[in-house]
């Protein structure tokens, strides 16, 4: 009885929990390689654009091929500028370099590939009337060596406030990116210069993905922080408004006497200041970082609806975008 | 609303006085059982004109006084007639005698609801022994699979019981149990369905040229008749299969007045993978003295009570409740830990403990009161919730004695997660038969909805002999609150010999956190009879939904919760428009070819990256609206009578989306096939009766495949400027459009015997299935995979892509056993 017990057991778990998995032919279209466009333009620069080819998504090549005899035409306003020069690794590059208000064209051909084609506007400048920065220690760790204090830890909120100006007559995409810039006392009179784009949290934007995690049944209540914020005018089209946003740093900081005895070096900063870019940014350049965004964050499986990455190339896969920057520097030390 | 009403009191009115008409009442039941029987037809010869019992077996056919020849037919019963002068109302009572014998059962004047002869068209009637006998997965006969067998329907994935109406979303059904909706119709992901066959009497699918009596989703309405019970003796079944067993006992609990019927099922899965369990799971955690147990079951009742005061008025009292319940619990306990140091003794004890359960109750009590032999009423109210709870807890205790002390040590944590919509239903119905030419029908239906989001609640506790800390966390959105009201009439109205025509109007008012939407919702169907067994029908209906169900597409979770419309989120509308010709050949084969076309606007889609497991906070966010269309042929040949019984179906399709509108765009603003989007579909059931020791049955379905989403290409990301420039060499997928894909067509056979054999108290069945019977591998779900190999003879590794595809079913026969007195 105990041996039929267990065989029916082993077969009817066998059967409930049996799935087979095979390899299957693929059988539809879209199986031949694509021009791939990757540019971004900016006024008063010049152009560059990276051209290379797509490959079947069950191709097992490694990387991805340059193309390096393209033809790449530039218009710029419906006129025919230049063909773009090759340089190295599938990059072209202009002479001309456009202005704001221009429409960027491109007319791309390859041997053996489709003819494919792109138009981005060059974007207006954002207005920024005010920049303002606070600073909030939020903790100070000491750090102990026996009975003595010999340095500490800081940790703050480095707040931003930024006043724009929006354009009330179109519709306007912006960019937001914070980054770091600070000279560094190397020793023996020397100095170096250390750069990052810090991610921080955008107040009243969207901090979160739309995808949620496997039973998340908490929602959206971790906040995360960002390198970049891509956000339309749809609060404020036409009005004044004040970006508020916070970035978290720290600096370490030894009694002097004790720099043997600590485990990190001290912050030998000479000087530091964060640069705030607010760029206008063409609809193509917005639609296409943030789907990609959250193509990067979602946690792709059945459960999640897959994310199409904005494409503005005819007949061919990337983008032309195009952006144009305002930066305001401000020195912390 | 008023003028409507008023112009149909003065048209019956003025029929009413222009001739001397007399009323034939009364109630059409099974002679064995007593069970009242549904779309009974009931028809003069003389007149030409006829009628149907309502769900309740009432009828009332009122006619010119003068010699009247009735035929009373109903499917696998004998045909009664009853000839006679008639001068006066007469009430006349029918009891069936059931039969096989083709000749006895012919339906005069094909007075079904979905005949020739009838005005409504969409609409199909699967008898409920034809849903028993069809092959299924485990062996267990499921009504919403037995129904995805039917043209114009679709399954969702493998196996599941979601149901696709005329490119519709599985949440544009209308699922009713008795009258009642029930919210979410699945067990086990999706794989079985709620409703226990046992337990019921009728079904009725309507795909469109919806009646005006029905309204609250686009696509379907499923209307469920539960049975009352034997009103003579105590009957019962029991059966035992690998997956299930089921118990139903009806009968009498006053002679002939009040009937009962209970049917209950539960799976024992969780029983008998509770020993393999033990020995995987379990192997990490046991100790001597640890305890370990875990699995997943379902459990369904439903129970009825009927009552009968008197030839006027009836009792109902229903109950349907049903969960799923998945639980890990998890105990152990240390005892008598000495240490010598400091002479300590210590005892401590830990529990885990996991629960999820979901499920449905659906209470109703009803009064038909028959008011006077024209007009019937049904008053009901109601009640019907559904809802998914789920705790993840744990606790442990410590206690260490020392020689002159005590301490413990007490932690516990819990975190609970709930959701769920609960609705209270006030409704009065109406059946008038003022007039051969008229059969009106019209009520109202007031519902209270409470949807409730879903709510997180967090507790920790920690205490010991010196300290003591709490924290109580709640956190998730308020319950929402909403009104729905509607009213309808409708009147079945006969023009002549050719001419018939159903004609309504439905009116929903809903009312939720301060917005107010309406809608008027004119329905028309109309019959042309070219003869007795020929007639071609059209159909126009617009219908209004004011509920949508986040849902995953792929299979039924538990959480899966309905959610109301909102000042952004607008009503659900559809316009269907359909047309057929019915044909039925020599009273024993209906044949059917339908066409529609379906737009639908407010349609709900997922916005790219989103997903809906879990919580449904912000949900608005996640959705977009837009709208969509399908349009499609079905060919149906049914034969429901006689030793052999079956269908076969066929449907042409198209179904597609568009998501245009600004901001709310998908798929670049292009149009979209849905994600069930099939271009043809093919059903075939046949049973046959061998003897009354044999039948056999057997089932074959093919199917286009469903449409999935893959990126066909990748790409080289560019560097986009103003960043730490970490991703130079990203790689990209190229998706050239929502759902752009299509998986390998479906197709499967199952087979399923009964042999019966008359035991000394009742009748055993041995049955034996066989789900998917030539092993083929279905697609469930297709995914590109990467394999990494390494290159023989170096220590290098190359990239092997390739595409998979995931089946979940393949051969699977099933026995069970089942005896009937």
Not at chain 1, 207 to 228: A, C
Not at chain 1, 234 to 239: S, T
Not at chain 2, 560 to 575: E, F, G, N, Q
Request: proline share 3%; charged share 20%.
């Amino acid at each position: 009885m105990k041996t039929l017990h267990n065989f029916l057991i082993a077969v009817l778990s066998t059967l409930i929990f049996y799935s087979c998995v095979k390899v299957i032919e693929f059988n539809g279209e879209q199986t031949e390689p694509m021009i791939v466009v990757n540019s971004f333009v900016t006024p008063d620069s010049l152009i560059y654009a990276q051209i290379s080819k797509s490959k079947f998504f069950l191709s097992n090549k490694t990387g991805f091929d340059y193309i390096n005899n393209a033809d790449v035409s530039l218009y710029i306003n419906n006129i025919f500028k230049e063909k773009l020069a090759f340089t190295t690794d599938g990059l072209y590059t202009s002479t001309q370099k456009p202005g704001i208000g221009d429409t960027i064209r491109f007319y791309i051909t390859a041997t053996g590939l489709d003819d494919v084609e792109s138009v981005s506007i060059v974007p207006d400048q954002p207005v920024i009337l005010s920049a303002d920065t606070t600073f909030k220690i939020s903790y100070t760790n000491y750090q102990m060596d026996g009975e003595d204090t010999i340095g500490y830890y800081q940790g703050g909120e480095l707040s931003f406030k930024i006043k724009l100006k929006d354009e009330s007559s179109l519709q306007n995409y912006y960019r937001l990116t914070l980054k770091k810039h600070a000279v560094i006392d190397a020793g023996e009179s020397t100095t170096y210069e250390d750069e990052f784009y810090l991610p921080f949290i955008l107040e009243g934007f969207e901090n979160t993905n739309t995808g949620g995690g496997l039973f998340d049944f908490f929602g959206n209540m971790i906040v995360d922080s960002k390198n970049q914020y891509m956000i339309t005018d749809e609060l404020f089209n036409g009005k004044e408004f004040v970006l508020r946003f916070t970035a978290f740093t720290s600096k370490r900081v030894i009694k002097p006497g004790y720099e043997d005895r600590f485990y990190y070096s001290s912050d030998n900063i000479v000087s530091e200041e964060y640069i705030v870019n607010l760029q206008g940014i063409s609809k193509d350049m917005y639609l296409y970082l943030k789907s990609k965004e959250m193509a990067e964050g979602i946690m792709n499986g059945v459960f999640t609806e897959p994310v199409q990455i904005y494409n503005n190339i005819s007949n061919g896969i990337g983008i032309l975008g195009s952006y144009t920057s305002n930066r305001v520097v401000i020195k912390t030390r | 609303m008023k003028k409507v009403l008023i112009f149909l009191i003065c048209t019956l009115s003025i029929i009413q006085i222009s001739a001397q008409y007399y009323t034939i009442s009364g109630y059409i039941t099974d002679e064995k059982s007593g069970e009242t029987l549904i779309n009974a037809s009931i028809y003069d010869i003389n007149s030409r004109k006829g009628t149907v019992a309502n769900v309740y077996g009432f009828y009332s056919l009122t006619l010119p006084k003068g010699q009247i020849d009735l035929q009373y037919s109903y499917v696998g019963y004998a045909t009664q007639a009853r000839k006679f002068n008639l001068q006066k109302d007469t009430v006349i009572n029918i009891r069936f005698k059931p039969s096989i014998d083709l000749q006895e059962i012919t339906v005069i004047g094909h007075q079904r609801i979905t005949g020739v002869q009838s005005a409504q068209m969409s609409a199909v009637e699967v008898p409920i022994s034809q849903i028993k006998s069809v092959p299924t997965l485990f062996g267990e006969a499921d009504l919403v699979k037995a129904l995805q067998l039917l043209p114009g329907v679709q399954s969702g994935s493998e196996g599941s019981t979601g149901m696709y109406v005329r490119g519709g979303g599985p949440d544009q059904n209308l699922f009713l149990l008795d009258g009642i909706p029930v919210y979410n119709v699945n067990h086990m992901a999706g794989f079985f369905s709620v409703f226990n066959p046992d337990a019921i009497k009728n079904v009725t699918l309507y795909k469109g040229s919806f009646p005006a009596r029905f309204g609250g989703r686009l696509s379907s309405v499923i209307d469920v008749r539960m049975n009352d019970g034997n009103d003579k003796k105590i009957h019962g079944n029991v059966s035992i299969g690998i997956v299930s067993s089921k118990i139903n006992i009806e009968g009498p609990i006053i002679k002939e007045k009040t009937t009962f019927n209970i049917s209950a099922r539960r799976t024992y899965s969780d029983l008998l993978m509770q020993p393999i369990i033990m020995l995987g799971m379990a192997k990490d955690f046991q100790d001597e003295e640890g305890n370990l147990t875990s699995g997943y079951y379902f459990y369904d009742l439903n129970a009825k009570i009927n009552h009968k005061f008197s030839n006027n008025d009836r009792l109902y009292l229903s109950l349907y409740m049903g969960d799923d319940i998945i639980y890990t619990n998890y105990r152990n306990r240390y005892s008598n830990i000495y240490d010598e140091k400091d002479r300590s003794r210590e005892e401590s004890s830990e529990r885990m403990k996991l629960k999820w359960n979901w499920g449905n109750i659906v209470t109703s009590v009803r009064w038909n009161h028959m008011i006077n032999n024209k007009l019937f009423m049904n008053a009901t109210a109601a009640y019907t919730r559904y809802r998914f709870d789920m705790g993840v807890g744990s606790e442990s205790k410590s206690t260490t004695t020392y020689p002159d002390s005590t301490s413990f040590e007490f932690s516990e944590f819990y975190i609970g997660y709930k959701s769920g919509i609960e609705d209270y239903t006030l409704k009065a119905d109406f059946d008038y038969a003022p007039h051969p030419n008229h059969d009106v029908k019209f009520g109202a239906n007031y519902t209270n909805h409470t949807f409730r989001p879903g709510v997180t609640v967090s507790k920790l506790t920690y205490k010991t002999n010196i300290q003591s800390q709490q924290l109580n966390i709640n956190i998730g959105d308020k319950n929402i609150y909403s009104h729905e009201t509607m009213f309808f009439a409708e009147d079945n109205i006969s023009i002549g010999y050719a001419l018939k025509a159903n004609l309504g109007v439905h009116y929903s008012f809903f009312n939720v956190e301060k917005e107010i939407y309406h809608s008027l919702q004119p329905r028309v169907s109309m019959r042309m009879l070219a003869n007795d067994n020929l007639s071609f029908k059209a159909g126009y209906a617009g219908m209004s939904q004011n509920v949508h169900l986040l849902s995953n597409s792929y299979v039924s979770l538990p959480t899966d919760l309905w959610v109301p419309v909102t000042k952004r989120i607008k009503p659900m509308r559809s316009h269907q428009y359909s047309v057929g010709a019915f044909y039925n050949l020599k009273d024993i084969v209906d044949l059917s070819i339908e066409g529609y076309y379906k737009s639908m606007h407010n349609l709900i889609e997922y916005k790219d990256g989103a997903s809906f497991l879990g919580s449904s906070t912000g949900w608005e966010d996640k959705v977009v609206m837009g709208d969509g269309w399908a349009y499609g042929i079905e060919l149906l040949a049914q034969k429901s009578i006689g030793k052999t019984t079956g269908w076969i179906g066929y449907t042409w399709s198209k179904a597609e989306r568009l998501f245009n509108r600004p901001g709310q765009e998908l798929n670049y603003g292009k149009v979209f096939p849905a994600k069930y989007d099939r271009r043809h579909d093919v059903s075939l059931v046949l049973s046959h009766k061998f003897s009354d020791r044999f039948d056999l049955s057997g089932t074959w379905v093919f199917s286009t495949g469903n449409t999935g989403t893959l990126a066909l290409q990748h790409y080289a990301a560019g560097t986009t400027p103003d960043t730490n420039n970490n991703n130079v060499s990203d790689e990209l997928n190229y998706i050239s459009g929502r759902n752009n894909f299509r998986f390998n067509p479906y197709h499967r056979m199952d087979i399923g015997m009964n042999f019966h054999k008359k035991k000394k108290y009742g009748t055993r069945t041995w049955n034996i299935s066989i789900y998917n019977a030539y092993n083929n591998n279905n697609p469930f779900l297709v995914l590109p995979k990467e394999d990494k190999e390494q290159i023989p003879g170096t220590n290098n590794y190359v990239t092997k892509k390739s595409l998979i595809q995931i089946s979940v079913f393949p051969i699977i026969p099933s026995v069970s056993y089942s005896y009937k007195w």
